[in-house]
């Protein structure tokens, strides 16, 4: 494999006593759209403001292109970046809002202006140019501080939280059109959010945050079926929790059904998370037909449209809920009711075990 | 697996805008500390010496306090700062109250009336008084036999030169109100007093906290309306005078200085504090609070701001006509003679012309200054102990009475061997004193401004590769262009109308007009003092309407990019 | 071509300043001084006639402002001369080394009296200015008050709430009244007085001249203040009568000085001697009826008549060595009044 773009060895950033980063590495590769996701606070943030410069590192090293930057004010870095706020130059058009960064670069005039009418044309707003920023809306806004970011040219692309500050629909359309544009253009993007839908959406690579150290890296895949830690399990995705015991290797005591697991690594008498996605709870109807099945009773039922929320109780699962996603067609078949005794079924390969604990300790 | 070594803390390096940015830094630090800490320091130091510069430690304090005469000068600056504040406030906020939330005509009218002190000089009003209150006064029966020189004349001219102070800090309190609020207080059935004190209070409880501190400050520092109209009442301020220019001991005056300033500070951080809550307290999605008539409310509102206003024009009536007269009282038959100042102590209309240049100068540099100090304090990525300093250093200003900024001022800047001697009795240091001395509104009025700026812009700047001034000059300058016109409405104003600082600091080529005033009224020539006065407050007056008319025109060719 | 052009107007330009500076190569004196502002464009006028190489730049103030700016540039004084300031505030300047003693061509011609004692003088008197009362004719007919022609007459219990003096801690004026008191009747008999006139006081002012203001302007029928200041208003048109107790009145001398170490030395020593000259002197006496040269003084309108008189024999040096302490028992008896009297 190629030199990764961007190296990042053990960054650390300390503000007082406060640790905001601590000793994170992670490699990132030419032309990858990674998202940095995590709650407020995680340290997301200041990777990113590290990544720039705006807020250098206390320790730690930043490699670019094979080049060390780790101590290079932003003005020596090479990268665009896009804000939450946009942080448009409300007193300047879009054109000269695009036009910002090339007019510091001795560039004749004519090259500046066609520049810009590339990059108008690229964010579909061809037309915009004489107008002022306060005349567009927040999405419009938004393309403009981009296609500022992207004028000069820049080897990476910082994000952060582009989409935040708009509402959902135009979030959901910006997101393809970001990603489209990355694609395009096939520039090293980092994007950070607090919004797992977007990243998993987005990012070639989610980068999952907790307390100013990475919890995990990988596709969004990987993140979502095999995440490494409870805390990963619980931040993306919904995801069932529940306390059961390691009978032996590869079984479980869940209520008062055994059921099959592939995740190893407990002792056996542990007590531990068991960790299901409530679509990979299988309804299989009134009567028993698999291996690894239980039988519990629907508690409370919503219909979402396409699908339903199961609400599960009682029966073999006693005490504990378990949350199961069925799609209304299946729900129908079943001719699904409140109280209804089901047999469910939980493939061995999609129960992930995880230390008992509270992850949010 | 071996332990984890730490890798090596990291220098930044500084790249042209880290280095211009510091380097700004650093010469505003050096600014403010050689225009204003320095010889602050070399003044107060002087509490602890005796008259020969023998250091003595605590021993003028005690002195100071031993003497009843001195030390009720503390009660009574306080007492008096408390009612001029009680009053101001009370009758700010009705008036504040009438043209924010309710349907009184003549708004606009009532805001400029109530503006009016501002554009006159302290003394102003203690003149007025006396032509209205004084033995041979117009309404003297009106104070029951209480003579105006006193406490009463104190607290009546503060209240009339504080009262545009408080007024625009609780119009802003008061504007800021959610109008949802109202509505749900409405829906629940409160009655109308009920939502009063459990929502229009609360609501403006940070502006009238700020506004109280505000006035409360003014009030104790300043030292022109007790001059003139305090008669033999001890104040703080006027103790300063009393021990730096009727005995020369300015050890003492250096005590007094100390003993306000505590006041004072303590005053103006409260004051911070109440700034930064009200700021906060209204969120982005307030929706904007329309009054629906009430006659009552609206009758009452609209006699309390006449009587107010009237009060107001009455008192500058007062001093326009004192300025006209003959001989008050005997002949009141009207004369222009008193414009002509040939004859009168210190004023001339070269004095008014120095004080035109001076105000002009104050106004450019003033604002430059400020405004380019507060972007670095706001907007700049490095040293930031600079930063936390320089803004602790802009806001010592609002707490230190002029007259020991003046004399601090020829302490240091007299002193041989000081490179910059050659300044003293210059336009110059005039216009120095006048910056520092009105630094702290002009600073906090910038920062606000600034702070509603995008706090982004300098990344962006940064990460287009485009230096921060030029990002200063194409950006944040034209959209805080109102607020620096602001501040330099301010400074012009107020270099207009000082005398404490720069009485001691003007030589013969720059005597200025509000000294003028102030010596002319010092020598009992009252008619061409008034004059005077209201040759400043009409220039002050023509000054701030072609600001207005500047700003409108601003508004008007930017209104594109505004919303 | 356009930059040798530039370069000629240059030249012109600076042969045009170089030119101006030989023209006005006159010796600018700074002078700091209190003299009220209305004589001093004469003085100016009458200095620079006769010595046309002086340019006098005159900082005048009040005599508080003047002395306490004097003092706070002690480190590195700023005035050539001081001229008409009070011999109180010289004296205490000069006891700090403030001056450089000289004694002007035709001093001898000058009542001693009103000079420094030491050899060769260290500041020297030019006119007298004498306390005397202003007393509002208009008002006391309203108030049916009686003319007081003694100090003691003001402690009768009718002028109560009528009369108005400066506060000694920040008047010259006001010292001098003080100060002249205590000389004439001593300390026990002074004080006692001044203890009766308190009871009188409506108000004790920052200013010498505000009292005589106030009494021209009707606010008060009594005001304590300087004959000059009277004679002025009395001109003015106001309905007052300047008068002079008959127990004696206090004075105090305007005096000028020479600042040691002035660059210009030279020219303040020619100052100093136009200052003694018997021009000088009449031009000093058309405002104050007392000045230092003998036989030159004719009387001044308004002025009360045999004034000079009536004038104590003042010691200064007691006053200067007096003075701090004397203002604290001031102060302690009569400045904690918080309230104005009613």
Known sequence: ?361 | MAEAVTPPRIRPHLGRDEWLMGGGLLVLALYLAVTLLIPLVIMLAKSLEDRQGVFVGLSNFAQYFSNPARSGAVGNSLWVSALATLIVIALAFGYAYALTRSCIPFQGLFRLVAMAPLLAPSLLSAIALIYLFGNQGIFKGWLFGESIYGPIGIVIGSVFWTFPHALIILITALSSADARLYEASESLGATRWRTFITVTLPGARYGLISATFVVFTLVITDFGVPKVIGGQFNMLATDIYKQVVGQQNFQMGAVVSLILLLPAVLAFFVERWAQTRQSSAVSSRAVHYQPKPRPGRDWALLGLVSVVAMLILGILGMAAFASLAKLWPYNLSLTLSHYDFSNADGGSWTSYGNSIRLALYTAFFGSLIVFAGAYLVEKSRVAQPLRTATHLLALIPMAVPGMVLGLAYIFFFNAPGNPLNFLYGSMTILVLATIAHFYTVSHLTALTALKQLDPEFESVSASLKTPFYRTFWRVTTPMCLPAILDIGIYFFINAMTTVSAVVFLYSPDTTLASVAVLNMDDAGDTAPAAAMAMLIVLTAGVVRLLHTGLSHWLHRHTQAWRR | MKLSKLAQALWCAAAVAGFTTVVQAKTELLVYTAVEADELAGFKQAIEADYPDLDIKWVRDSTGIITAKLLAEKANPQADVVWGLAATSLKFLADQGYFQPYAPKGVEQLDPKYMDSAKPPVWVGQRAWIASLCFNTVEAEKLKLPKPTTWQDLTKPEFKGHVVMPNPNSSGTGFLDVSAWLQMWGEEKGWKFMDGLHQNIAQYTHSGSKPCKMAAAGEIPVGISFAYRGAQEKTKGAPIDVIAPSEGVGWDLEAFAITKGTKNLGAAKQLADWSVTRKANELYNQGYAVVAMPGVAKPVPNFPAGIANLMIKNNFEWAAQHREAILAEWAKRYDSKSEPKK
């Open chain 1, 1 to 361: 494999m190629a030199d990764p773009y961007l190296r990042i060895r053990n960054l650390s950033k300390r503000f007082g006593e406060f640790t905001a980063l601590d000793d994170v590495s992670i490699d990132i590769h030419q032309g990858e759209f990674v998202c940095f996701l995590g709650p407020s606070g995680c340290g997301k943030t200041t990777l990113l403001r590290a990544i720039s410069g705006l807020d250098i590192q206390t320790h730690g090293t930043v490699e670019q292109n094979g080049r060390d930057i780790s101590a290079l004010p932003p003005a020596k870095r090479d990268f665009g970046i896009v804000f939450q706020s946009y942080a448009l130059f409300q007193n300047l058009t879009v054109a000269r809002n695009i036009a910002y960064g090339l007019e510091n670069r001795k560039q004749p005039k004519a090259a500046i202006q066609q520049r810009v009418k590339d990059l108008l044309e690229l964010i579909g707003l061809p037309d915009s140019g004489h107008k002022y920023p306060s005349q567009l809306s927040g999405g419009q806004q938004q393309r403009v501080a981009l296609a500022r970011a992207l004028a000069i040219s820049p080897g990476l692309l910082l994000l952060d939280e582009p989409l935040s500050a708009l509402d959902a629909k135009v979030r959901v359309y910006l997101r393809d059109e970001i990603k489209a544009l990355q694609r395009r253009l096939g520039i090293t993007t980092i994007m950070i959010t607090h919004d797992q839908e977007e990243a998993i959406s987005m990012a070639d690579r989610i980068v999952v945050m907790r307390d100013g150290r990475i919890e995990q890296v990988g596709t969004p895949l990987e993140i979502y079926h095999q995440p490494a830690s409870l805390f990963v399990a619980e931040f993306i995705g919904a995801m069932n929790l529940l306390p059961a015991t390691l009978v032996r290797q590869g079984e479980i005591q869940l209520g008062q059904t055994r059921l099959a697991c592939k995740i190893n690594g407990f002792a056996a008498g542990a007590a531990v998370h068991a960790a299901v996605r409530p679509e990979d709870v299988v309804c299989t109807g009134r009567t028993n037909g698999h291996a690894n099945s239980f039988q519990a009773e629907v508690q409370d039922m919503e219909f979402m449209g396409p699908f339903f929320w199961l609400s599960l109780g009682g029966g073999e699962l006693g005490e504990h809920r378990l949350r199961a996603q069925v799609s209304s067609q299946q729900a129908r078949e079943l001719d699904l009711q409140l109280r209804d005794a089901m047999h469910l079924h939980i493939p061995a390969e999609h129960i992930r075990l995880f230390p008992n604990g509270y992850p949010h300790g």
